[in-house]
Structures are given as structure tokens and as C-alpha cells.
């Protein structure tokens, strides 16, 4: 296995979370149920090839999200069950609240004392320009149809608020 990584957000690169948003839409966010329904997310095709490109490329894949830790074992199920390969996932910590580009610029360095990082694929722009203006090469997956109304607007809003998602 090639010690170079591809690493991979997963909501919103790899996993359609739009079936529930709903949840942190409101006045009254309700993140248990958020996360609970997180099995139950439709892979998103671009996001698989992707995977399929960085491993034609001797890629290792790891995956880096900001979903808790408690969601562990929903989320290695879901990895299983969808067919993508084997990897590190990293996971934010159940009481670290912060914003997701620090969680995320901090767990790539760690990761890149111990192995060369090709690239970070991840959908929020916050996330892409602190890991860029870290010096690590990032793509920027638009591929779930966020926008400016979309998806990754609503989840966006509520990491610079809650450092929840
Ligand atoms: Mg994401």
C-alpha cells in the first residue's frame, strides 16, 4: 500500500446528507437525530469515483470528518456497506466544538508527521481555504449541489456558529 494518502471528507463529498438537514435547519437543531440518520445516506457517485481515481493513482484512502466520534460506528458500517475501501477515519472528538477547518488543518498536520499527504478532498469552503493556506493541495468537491442556498451554506453557517457538524 502506498504510504501517500487521499483524504476525504464525507459529508457532502462522499454521503448525501440533503435527507437530513432538516434536523439543523430550524430555530431548534436537533443534532442527535442529524446523526442518527447518518446510515442512511445515499452515497454520491461523484464522490465514489473520486475515491476509485485517487486509488488508480496508488493512492491510500483515509477519511477526515467532522462528525463526533460517537458516530464511529454508524460511519465505518456506512463505509462497509457502500463499498469504499478500508481507512484511517479520523473524527472529530465528542466535545471539541470548534469550526471544522481547525479540527481539520490540526488532524492533517498530524497526519502529515507520519505520511505524505497527496491531496484533501472536502466540499466546505472554509475547510478548503485554511487547508490550502496551510500548504496542503485540496480539492474542492461541488459536487452535492450546494450554492449558495444548498446544503453545504446551511451546514457551513452552523460550524462557524456551533463547531457542531
Ligand atoms: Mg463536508
Not at 475515491?51 to 460511519?75: K, Q, W
Not at 496551510?134 to 468537491?141: D, E, K, L, S, Y
Not at 459536487?143 to 456551533?162: A, K, P
Amino acid at each position: 500500500m502506498s504510504d501517500r494518502l487521499a483524504v476525504f471528507d464525507l459529508d457532502g463529498v462522499l454521503a448525501d446528507v440533503r435527507h437530513r438537514v432538516h434536523h439543523v435547519e430550524g430555530p431548534r437543531r436537533d443534532w442527535d437525530a442529524f446523526f442518527a440518520e447518518a446510515l442512511a445516506d445515499p452515497p454520491l457517485a461523484d464522490g465514489l469515483e473520486a475515491v476509485a481515481v485517487a486509488e488508480a493513482e496508488g493512492l491510500a484512502i483515509a477519511y477526515l470528518t467532522g462528525r463526533p466520534e460517537r458516530c464511529r460506528a454508524d460511519t465505518e458500517a456506512w463505509l462497509d456497506r457502500v463499498g469504499l475501501p478500508p481507512g484511517p477515519l479520523l473524527m472529530r472528538p465528542d466535545r471539541d466544538r470548534r469550526p471544522a477547518r481547525m479540527f481539520k488543518v490540526e488532524a492533517l498536520r498530524d497526519l502529515a508527521r507520519t505520511t505524505s499527504i497527496a491531496y484533501l478532498v472536502d466540499d466546505d469552503a472554509a475547510v478548503v481555504l485554511a487547508a490550502s493556506e496551510a500548504g496542503f493541495p485540496v480539492i474542492h468537491a461541488a459536487w452535492m449541489g450546494g450554492g449558495t442556498e444548498g446544503v453545504d451554506r446551511i451546514l457551513y453557517d452552523v460550524q462557524e456558529t456551533e463547531g457542531r457538524t
